[in-house]
Protein backbone atom coordinates (compact mmCIF):
# COMPACT_ATOMS: atom_id res chain seq x y z
CA UNK A 1 0.00 0.00 0.00
CA UNK A 2 1.52 3.17 -0.81
CA UNK A 3 1.70 5.58 1.99
CA UNK A 4 3.73 8.94 2.41
CA UNK A 5 5.16 9.91 6.11
CA UNK A 6 6.82 12.79 7.03
CA UNK A 7 8.68 13.15 10.19
CA UNK A 8 10.02 16.53 11.46
CA UNK A 9 11.72 18.53 13.86
CA UNK A 10 14.53 20.59 14.77
CA UNK A 11 18.43 19.66 15.49
CA UNK A 12 18.85 16.49 17.34
CA UNK A 13 15.09 16.37 18.22
CA UNK A 14 15.08 12.33 17.74
CA UNK A 15 13.92 12.53 13.91
CA UNK A 16 16.06 9.52 12.19
CA UNK A 17 16.04 7.58 15.48
CA UNK A 18 12.18 7.62 15.00
CA UNK A 19 11.80 6.93 11.49
CA UNK A 20 14.46 4.15 11.71
CA UNK A 21 12.23 2.45 14.07
CA UNK A 22 9.34 3.23 12.33
CA UNK A 23 10.57 1.27 9.14
CA UNK A 24 11.83 -1.21 11.32
CA UNK A 25 8.28 -1.85 12.23
CA UNK A 26 7.13 -1.88 8.98
CA UNK A 27 9.80 -4.21 7.21
CA UNK A 28 11.82 -6.66 7.85
CA UNK A 29 14.52 -4.95 5.22
CA UNK A 30 13.80 -1.44 4.77
CA UNK A 31 15.38 0.77 2.61
CA UNK A 32 18.02 3.66 3.72
CA UNK A 33 18.36 6.31 1.03
CA UNK A 34 20.81 8.30 2.46
CA UNK A 35 20.98 12.14 0.29
CA UNK A 36 23.76 13.27 2.09
CA UNK A 37 26.98 15.23 0.18
CA UNK A 38 30.06 14.22 1.84
CA UNK A 39 30.99 18.08 2.85
CA UNK A 40 33.88 18.18 5.06
CA UNK A 41 35.69 15.48 7.62
CA UNK A 42 33.43 16.10 10.41
CA UNK A 43 30.45 15.17 8.14
CA UNK A 44 31.88 12.12 6.92
CA UNK A 45 32.50 11.24 10.10
CA UNK A 46 28.89 11.71 10.84
CA UNK A 47 27.73 9.42 7.85
CA UNK A 48 30.19 7.02 8.62
CA UNK A 49 28.64 6.77 12.45
CA UNK A 50 24.97 6.36 10.85
CA UNK A 51 25.94 3.54 8.76
CA UNK A 52 27.69 1.78 11.55
CA UNK A 53 24.52 2.00 13.48
CA UNK A 54 22.44 0.48 11.06
CA UNK A 55 22.45 -3.26 10.87
CA UNK A 56 22.25 -5.62 8.14
CA UNK A 57 18.47 -5.98 7.87
CA UNK A 58 18.79 -2.30 6.09
CA UNK A 59 19.26 -2.13 2.42
CA UNK A 60 21.45 0.89 1.99
CA UNK A 61 21.59 3.76 -0.85
CA UNK A 62 23.07 6.65 -1.00
CA UNK A 63 21.98 9.32 -3.85
CA UNK A 64 22.23 13.02 -3.35
CA UNK A 65 19.27 14.01 -5.81
CA UNK A 66 17.57 11.81 -8.17
CA UNK A 67 15.74 9.48 -5.57
CA UNK A 68 13.57 8.67 -8.44
CA UNK A 69 16.69 6.76 -10.05
CA UNK A 70 16.13 3.69 -7.98
CA UNK A 71 13.49 1.20 -8.68
CA UNK A 72 11.86 0.97 -5.12
CA UNK A 73 8.63 -0.28 -5.77
CA UNK A 74 6.65 -2.33 -2.77
CA UNK A 75 9.54 -1.62 -0.36
CA UNK A 76 9.52 0.59 2.92
CA UNK A 77 12.27 3.63 2.28
CA UNK A 78 13.78 5.86 4.46
CA UNK A 79 14.77 8.96 3.09
CA UNK A 80 16.99 10.93 5.29
CA UNK A 81 17.00 13.49 5.07
CA UNK A 82 14.92 16.01 2.71
CA UNK A 83 17.17 19.14 4.09
CA UNK A 84 20.50 17.93 2.51
CA UNK A 85 18.61 16.84 -0.68
CA UNK A 86 17.43 20.16 -0.92
CA UNK A 87 20.60 21.74 -0.31
CA UNK A 88 22.23 19.61 -2.98
CA UNK A 89 20.01 21.25 -5.20
CA UNK A 90 20.11 24.81 -3.96
CA UNK A 91 23.91 24.93 -4.56
CA UNK A 92 24.12 23.01 -7.55
CA UNK A 93 21.54 25.87 -8.98
CA UNK A 94 23.58 28.80 -7.52
CA UNK A 95 20.74 29.32 -4.73
CA UNK A 96 18.08 29.84 -7.23
CA UNK A 97 15.04 28.90 -4.92
CA UNK A 98 12.68 29.17 -7.62
CA UNK A 99 14.61 26.53 -10.15
CA UNK A 100 15.51 24.22 -6.80
CA UNK A 101 12.00 24.33 -5.37
CA UNK A 102 10.48 22.87 -9.16
CA UNK A 103 13.27 20.55 -9.19
CA UNK A 104 12.76 18.64 -5.57
CA UNK A 105 8.96 19.17 -6.56
CA UNK A 106 9.63 17.15 -9.65
CA UNK A 107 12.14 14.65 -7.81
CA UNK A 108 9.56 14.43 -5.05
CA UNK A 109 6.48 13.42 -7.30
CA UNK A 110 8.51 10.88 -9.74
CA UNK A 111 9.70 9.20 -6.39
CA UNK A 112 6.25 8.89 -5.02
CA UNK A 113 4.57 7.62 -7.63
CA UNK A 114 6.30 4.31 -7.41
CA UNK A 115 3.96 1.95 -5.15
CA UNK A 116 5.90 2.17 -1.90
CA UNK A 117 5.84 3.74 1.67
CA UNK A 118 7.82 6.61 1.80
CA UNK A 119 9.14 8.14 5.22
CA UNK A 120 10.63 11.18 4.99
CA UNK A 121 12.31 12.88 7.63
CA UNK A 122 13.28 16.77 7.26
CA UNK A 123 14.31 19.85 9.65
CA UNK A 124 12.16 22.32 10.73
CA UNK A 125 14.79 25.63 10.26
CA UNK A 126 12.73 28.03 10.04
CA UNK A 127 11.28 27.81 13.70
CA UNK A 128 14.41 29.92 14.86
CA UNK A 129 15.24 33.71 14.18
CA UNK A 130 15.69 34.80 11.03
CA UNK A 131 19.22 34.95 9.67
CA UNK A 132 21.19 38.10 8.63
CA UNK A 133 22.84 35.66 5.98
CA UNK A 134 20.62 36.21 2.46
CA UNK A 135 22.27 32.98 1.65
CA UNK A 136 20.60 31.36 4.84
CA UNK A 137 17.10 32.67 4.60
CA UNK A 138 16.72 32.15 0.92
CA UNK A 139 17.27 28.26 1.88
CA UNK A 140 15.41 28.55 5.17
CA UNK A 141 12.36 29.54 2.61
CA UNK A 142 12.84 26.80 0.07
CA UNK A 143 13.38 24.57 2.99
CA UNK A 144 9.86 25.86 4.20
CA UNK A 145 8.40 25.56 1.33
CA UNK A 146 9.42 21.92 0.34
CA UNK A 147 8.73 20.81 3.69
CA UNK A 148 4.76 22.05 2.79
CA UNK A 149 4.42 20.71 -0.51
CA UNK A 150 5.71 17.06 0.82
CA UNK A 151 3.63 17.37 4.19
CA UNK A 152 0.39 18.68 1.89
CA UNK A 153 0.60 15.14 0.42
CA UNK A 154 1.83 12.64 3.47
CA UNK A 155 -0.47 10.88 4.69
CA UNK A 156 0.86 11.11 8.25
CA UNK A 157 2.97 14.43 9.42
CA UNK A 158 5.23 13.46 13.36
CA UNK A 159 6.97 16.94 14.86
CA UNK A 160 9.62 15.42 16.98
CA UNK A 161 10.49 17.69 20.14
CA UNK A 162 13.36 16.52 22.64
CA UNK A 163 12.68 13.02 21.28
CA UNK A 164 9.12 12.81 21.50
CA UNK A 165 6.62 11.70 18.42
CA UNK A 166 3.92 14.47 18.32
CA UNK A 167 1.23 13.47 15.45
CA UNK A 168 0.36 16.55 13.48
CA UNK A 169 -1.57 14.95 10.81
CA UNK A 170 -2.81 11.56 10.74
Known sequence: MKQIILITGGARSGKSKHAEKLALTLSDNPVYLATARIWDDEFKQRVLRHQRDRGPEWTNLEEEKWLSSHSLANRVILIDCVTLWCTNFFFDLQA????????????????????????????EIGMGATSENEIQRKFTDLQGWVNQ??????????????????????
Not at 107 to 123: G, M, R
Open 96 to 123: DVDKALQAVKEEFDKLVSQEATFIFVTN
Open 149 to 170: YIAARADKVVLMVSGIPVNVKE
